[in-house]
Structures are given as C-alpha cells and as structure tokens.
C-alpha cells in the first residue's frame, strides 16, 4: 500500500487532528481553550511577551509588528489578542506550518505569517516598524552583530529575549560540550565583539528543532550586546527576565527605545 495513503485522516475533524500532523514535534502548550495536547513550553502565555506589551502600552493597539522566527506562532498570538497587526517571518518550514495551523485554530485576524530567511529580508526590504520582537533568534546566528544592525533600521523600539555566552557560567553548565572553539573577535566598525562558537550537536537530529539554518550559530556576551544597542543609538534599554541559572545557558530580556527619527 502506498506510503501517501498516510496522510489521510480517518477521523473526525478536530483540533488536536490538526497539531498530530506534528505529532511529537511542539515545544509549545496552547491555550487551554482548544484542549490539546501539544507541548509543554508557555509560548502562548508568556510572561516576557505581556511584559513586552505593557512596555508599549496603549500604543500596542494598532501597532506594526515585526516578529523574527515565531516558531509555532505563541508570541504572535499575545500581540494578535493585544490589538497590534504582526508580520512574522519563519525560515524553517516545519516551523512556518505550524504557524498557520495555529493561526487557524485560534483566529488570528492580524497576524500575516510568510516563510523566508529574515536576514534577506531585513537586508531586501526597508520598511519601518512599530516593535520588532527577536525572542529566541539572536543566539542562533553566525552573525548575531549584523541582525541587531538590521532590526535597528527596521524600528526605534526592540524587545530582544536571548541567551549570552559567559564563560564561568557556562563552563559548569550541560552545554559546555558544545562550546569547543575559542571565541572569535569581530571587529563592527570602531567596536570589536567576542562571538563564540556552539554546535548545535544531537539537537539537529529533532524533528522540532528550533535552531538556525547552520550546525552552528555564534553567542554574543552580554555587555557586548548591550554596547551593540547603544552604538546604534539605543540610549534607553530595560533589563528584565535575566536569568543567569537558565538550564540552556543564561540568558535576559531586553526592551530598547531611542529617540524617534
């Protein structure tokens, strides 16, 4: 019998038919009202995010959102519900159909999602924004110097969640193993950085992975990704969330506004 014949679904139409077409694959659990089971991670009721609202404020409602990698559409989903039009941009392809499955699920009306690489098109397009919101993207680049560069021409107002490399926390941390080479220094103008290499390891073999495109991205130190902000002109910037003890390697939330142009 042939291999395709898989695909059909014999049951009824439901919810949790929809997200078993990645069965074994969410890191996200959805809210409560579709009663799933997915994963286990708050995406869709995430702390940071309201905090990240709450930051705005009244001007969440109607704003223009850029969200970079929004992985099975949480995120998306809070600002949707907060009054704010989003345009979130997913590379992995699994990942970007997962979006769509819970746009549909939870009828997000203001939320476009579309597949691509966001670098290309921060480096294509040149539109401007009200928030651009990177949670979870940075650490995950070989350039992470060059996406904040990019996502400062595409707003005034940022809201970055990320991991950090420190040495003495991650030396006696599980993911040390995956810290092999020395770090790298980058020189961005008149500023030298310090990147740091991490493989990505047995995580590739996942079929929810939600690293980057390559076996391996570059982690930024902690000032130096906020010395980065403030060379590109981000006089004002909220630490919240920091997490040093972060199981995968430490790790803090930042809000950063400057001057509207």
């Given at each position: 019998m042939s291999?395709?014949?898989?695909a059909y679904a014999s049951d009824a139409p439901s919810p949790q038919l929809a997200?078993?077409?990645?069965?074994?694959?969410?890191s996200s659990r959805l809210p409560d009202k579709l009663n799933v089971m997915a994963g286990d991670s708050e995406l869709f009721n995430d702390s940071r995010i309201q905090g990240t609202i709450e930051w705005v404020g009244e001007d969440i409602v109607g704003a223009q959102v850029l969200e970079l990698g929004p992985l099975e559409g949480g995120h998306t989903y809070m600002l949707d519900r907060a009054g704010a039009t989003v345009?979130?941009?997913?590379?992995?392809?699994?990942?970007?159909?997962?979006?769509?499955?819970?746009?549909?699920?939870?009828?997000?009306?203001?939320a476009r999602f579309v597949r691509g690489d966001f670098v290309e098109y921060l480096r294509a397009e040149h539109d401007s924004y009200d928030l651009v919101l990177a949670?979870?993207?940075l650490y995950h680049m070989l350039d992470p110097v060059e996406l904040l560069t990019l996502m400062a021409s595409a707003g005034d107002r940022l809201a970055i969640w990320t991991h950090y490399y420190d040495a003495d926390i991650v030396r006696s941390s599980r993911s040390s193993r995956q810290f092999q080479a020395e770090g790298e220094p980058f020189r961005c103008g008149d500023a030298t950085y310090l990147l740091h290499p991490r493989d990505?390891?047995?995580?590739?073999?996942?079929?929810?992975?939600c690293g980057g495109p390559e076996t391996y991205a570059r982690w930024m130190e902690r000032q130096d990704i906020i010395d980065c902000l403030g060379r590109l002109g981000f006089t004002d910037?909220?630490?919240?969330h920091d997490d040093p003890a972060h199981p995968n390697g430490p790790s803090f939330m930042l809000l950063a506004q400057r001057s509207r142009r």
């Open positions: 291999w395709i014949l898989d997200l078993d077409i990645f069965a074994g694959e969410w345009f979130a941009v997913e590379s992995n392809s699994r990942a970007f159909l997962k979006c769509l499955v819970t746009k549909e699920l939870l009828g997000m009306r203001n949670s979870g993207v990505y390891a047995e995580a590739l073999a996942w079929g929810g992975f910037i909220q630490i919240c």
